[in-house]
Structure formats: C-alpha cells, structure tokens
C-alpha cells in the first residue's frame, strides 16, 4: 500500500501562481511514476503532468509552459507548480502515483481560480 498526502491549493486571482505537493508513503517501488491529475465539476478527471524517476515528463497540452512537474526521488515527493493561473484551471487537484501495476491516489485539494 501507498499513502499519498498533498499541501498546497487554495484560492487566487487570475494570472495568480500556486504549488501543490505530495509525499508518498508506505511500498514505494524504484522505477515508479508520480504527478497530478485534476478533476472539475461535471467533467472526467484529466491528466495535467507526470513524471518518471528518470525524469520523463507527460503534460498535459492545456497546462504546458504555465505548469512545472518536479519530483525528489530521495524524499518520494512530487510538486506542481501553477503559474499564469486561468478561471478553467479551477478543479479538484489529486496527487497520483503508479507503483508497479497498481495506481493510488491522494484525497484530492481544491484550486479555484477567480476572474
């Protein structure tokens, strides 16, 4: 099992920045994959980045160039960070890691963006 347990989220005026992180706990597998999925209301929880231990990154086509994916391998952490934030930014933030073949997921934290 993988406990996953984020920080961060919140409140902020467009164009406005914030940073989520995420620590894993618990069965973590060298070799896994780590990152951030979001969720808005009345729609299908999205990728928005992820990256490898390696260092290879996936991210999402809508977020590219505002958001940055980091990880720290030797603390099991992952991070976001939200710059240029935009009202359809606004979601459920859930920290996601895939451990082997299975996939865990953190509580989720709120991100809204006013206009």
């Known amino acids: 099992q993988v406990q996953l347990v984020e920080s961060g989220g919140g409140l902020v005026q467009a164009g406005g920045s914030l940073r989520l992180s995420c620590v894993a706990s618990?069965?973590?597998?060298?070799?896994?994959?780590m990152g951030w999925y979001r969720q808005a209301p009345g729609s299908q929880r999205e990728l928005v980045a992820t990256m490898t231990s390696g260092g290879s990154t996936n991210v999402a086509d809508s977020v590219g160039g505002r958001f940055t994916i980091s990880r720290n391998n030797d603390k099991n952490t992952v991070s976001l960070q939200m710059n240029s934030l935009k009202p359809e930014d606004t979601a459920v933030y859930y920290c996601y890691t895939k451990q082997g073949a299975s996939n865990y997921w953190g509580q989720g934290t709120q991100v809204t963006v006013s206009s």
């Open positions: 618990g069965n973590i597998f060298v070799g896994n994959i």
